[in-house]
């Protein structure tokens, strides 16, 4: 493993479904995110770690959750899925949480609820 | 006002122009500026960091206004490569605290 790696690729899931996205990153970064993509609203956060077992919520956490109970993973589940789920999701790691710190992004992970 | 707002393009320039994006932030205490591209499908890389005295990387300018809250980006010499998504991206604390805002992203075309 080589950065950060998202699965799966892409996803079409049926509403009402649960599912969980798998984030794994091999550079020891401390910090934790997860983005979702949507056309025209640009990229916004989820949820994030600044380390491992500490979560905490971004500006769009309804409807989702992680779990950081070891520093390589941070998986997001979306317990039971809504159309306005559907997204480009990117999750993303940075050696600690200051804002200075640049954001490592996986390749994403795009889901369609339908 | 949007926290961090860009002009979403899509800038059409021929290759070897020069090409200027701004962006504007709304929080005065922010300390963390950055461009992120994005490639179409692909996930976002850091461009540069923006610094308070202005930076070059290349053909690329990076400027900051603190006074007027906001961030540009030069291209000199476009590319065809430099076609993609460039993110204006801000820290919503005060000092480095605070998560990333990221701008929706302004579209480069470089045309042959």
């Known amino acids: 493993i080589a950065g950060i790696t998202q699965a799966p690729t892409s996803q079409i899931l049926a509403a009402g479904r649960r599912m969980t996205l798998r984030c794994t990153q091999d550079m020891r970064h401390n910090a934790m995110y997860w983005y979702r993509q949507d056309l025209g609203l640009g990229l916004r956060l989820i949820h994030y770690s600044n380390t491992a077992g500490t979560t905490g919520k971004g500006e769009v956490p309804d409807g989702y959750s992680v779990s950081r109970a070891n520093t390589d993973d941070f998986p997001l589940t979306l317990a039971s899925a809504v159309p306005s789920q559907t997204s480009v999701y990117f999750c993303?790691?940075?050696?600690?949480?200051?804002?200075?710190?640049?954001?490592?992004f996986g390749p994403g992970t795009r889901l369609t609820v339908l | 006002r949007k926290e961090v707002e860009q002009d979403p393009g899509p800038f059409n320039v021929p290759e070897g122009a020069t090409v200027a994006f701004n962006c504007t932030y709304s929080?005065?205490?922010?300390?963390?500026f950055f461009w992120y591209r994005q490639d179409c499908r692909k996930e976002p890389k850091l461009l540069m960091s923006v610094y308070s005295s202005g930076n070059e990387d290349g053909r690329f300018t990076a400027q900051l206004n603190r006074a007027s809250q906001y961030i540009s980006l030069l291209i000199r010499d476009s590319k065809l490569s430099d076609s993609a998504t460039y993110l204006c991206v801000v820290n919503m604390g005060s000092g480095n605290t605070g998560k990333l805002i990221f701008g929706q992203g302004t579209t480069l075309q470089v045309k042959p």
């Open positions: 993303a790691s940075s050696v600690g949480s200051s804002s200075y710190n640049e954001q490592f």
């Open positions: 929080n005065s205490a922010s300390q963390s």
